[in-house]
DNA sequence: TATGAATGAGACTTCATTCAT
DNA sequence: GATGAATGAAGTCTCATTCAT
């Protein structure tokens, strides 16, 4: 039923490398995911998350400093894994292909990682709202990667402009995808192939 | 029965009328906009937003039925300013300008009223994580003045069309006006520049 | 059964003007006394005192805004009562008497006051504790009334030494009596015998 | 019956006499000197102690069965260098020297005692307000030592005389040697001279 | 014997909301 | 209507101690 969260252990108290604590810590998180989903961060109490998890409250304190800190390590698991998709797109054959299916994958492997991830919007409305700078902090890494990326195709800018172009490109995709998700399927699937759309003449106003 | 609050509107239990009733709510929501900025939703208390607001905390409960209503209040203010503004955009003579200028206006129009709004960014992220609803309601009465400013320009497009590409432009240019305010001065100017070509692009694609 | 305890309310949340309240307070201080006395400071907790005081514990916090100033607001008031006793030694006719009397006088105040304050030990134990400051500011005010009381008698002595002998006069009979609080009756007795010949001798050292 | 531990000794659960465990026992009872003066016994918790001491908890627990044994173990180990320092007094040259001399004598070790233990002051605050009977029996220790002192010196008073006389000594020299720690260079200074002067007329007036 | 992860009772404190005055 | 003292459920987090490994 629950994701399984893989997530890179930051602000952990103690990095569990023993099997029972990283299933205790996954166990954490997947609850944690779920109810901050459900009922939002602040009205999911540190008890119910070691409740629900079966674990005892102490030791969730032992995994975690403190109630933030299991927000935080849930949008850095999400964050690690987003990046990493995109990553993947920095590929030889990737730099050959038209711009139009470029947008075209970024927004599809976009559209599925939320699709995928139902806690990523809860999980960071909440972190966009408490913690700014380290949410920033991860975009800004894609937003660097795609930034390298760009330049592969023609017209010569300057860092500056690949920077911005890439800034516009990913928190577009991102903040359309992230909005198609509460909308009904058909518009929703509208949604996606005009995010292409903006996204495509965007970039191809560019790279003419 | 007793004293029903008609959910959509502003939940205020009673519609002040007095001269003096009336500048005690301003102050609530003033002081309130400010802490909410300051210290976040949750940090801050009714106690103080009553004492710095110089009114007792039980009128403020005989103006506001809980929290969250003077969060919502705050959240319609904005709006209705918001959305005044685009209102005042649907003249004859607007009918007429070019697709940039169109785009140009827009887009200096909210960032104004971001810029001089600085409450607007810190009450909707609270608004957008905990009553999305009223968020989504009022974002659409934006979307639907636009959906119906556009078909005053060329090509015959159905109602779904318009109302797909009013969504994204609204959103974009939300959006991205919104992140600009934590930038720096220059890369705000950028992203106003790169925001209108985003937009200008989509909509000529459809208006060519 | 429980001393009526009027201290000076310092660190209280609010002065309570209003008789329920004042009794609250009192009630309060009174069940608390009498808990530290019995188990100690850290094993009282504020959740038994409000409940032994048939307070609810959020009015508790409405009155002391923590654990601390309820041990505080006890110290005070010893402190504050102590202080009475001393001054009310500072008339015309003290001046007269002579020293042996005056350091009997003093000793049995002294005596009488611990007798009739079970509290007073285990309270300024703690006290001295985590808050010698406090402590030693309001010592500091009792040697300074002796240290004006002892120049009426003959020898011409700067201040300093007004200040050293009623420093040693204080803390010597303080510290006695208040060890002999723990004494059989019969050794107790003969400590106050003791405290006086102790004290006298010291005294006329000086006051030939 | 298993594991009994003997309640007046040193409440060491296990008497070290293997190097390393002495060694271990050693370093804790350091530390945890240290940080009860730094921070007060309340606040220093066994985990903080064993690892500075960089000894498993779980050894401190086989040192010391609880927390508290560890403030126990530490003020006995002050009472015994500080009962063995009078001890040193009991010879006979010091039968001899006049009664000034031998109350300087005392004064000027426990003065010294004081200022070469810093940890002293901290740790007996928490001693005397948890176990004052642990620490009343070691100083009748001291006081009966005294009271076999003085009959070496004339006038022929009875065994409780000499008790009562060695209580008062040593309590006022212990008390204000103590009370001395906290003031300043010069005051301190001072409160050592008054000391022997309030100890000596005393005593003078009993070995006149 | 040695280790340190695990435990969970319970401590302190907050604060939205009510309702007697 | 106006006031603000009163309420108490509920929250987060700590830490002495144990015991399986």
Known sequence: MAE?????????????TQARSLERV???????????????????????IAAQAKVPIGSLYQFFPD???ILQTLAEGYSDELFSYFQSLDTPEMAEIS???????????VEQFFSQHPGYYAVFMEVQARM???????????????ATLLPKRNPPLNAQDYHAIAFIMVKAIGNFMWLS??????FRQ???????????????????
């Open 4 to 16: 399984s969260s893989s997530q890179s252990a930051a602000r952990t108290r103690r990095k569990p």
């Open 190 to 208: 509208r949604l996606v192939k005009e995010t292409k759309r903006l996204t495509f003449n965007y970039l191809q106003s560019y790279f003419s």
């Open 99 to 109: 711009l139009a299916d470029y947008v075209d994958k970024m927004t599809d492997g």
């Open 181 to 186: 998700l509460g909308q009904s399927p058909d």
């Open 26 to 48: 996954n166990r954490i998180l997947d609850v944690a995911e779920q109810m901050f989903v459900e009922k939002g961060y602040a009205a999911t109490t540190t008890k119910a």
């Open 67 to 69: 109630k933030e800190a």
């Open 132 to 146: 700014p700078l380290v949410n920033e902090a991860d975009d800004a890494r894609l937003i660097q990667t795609i």
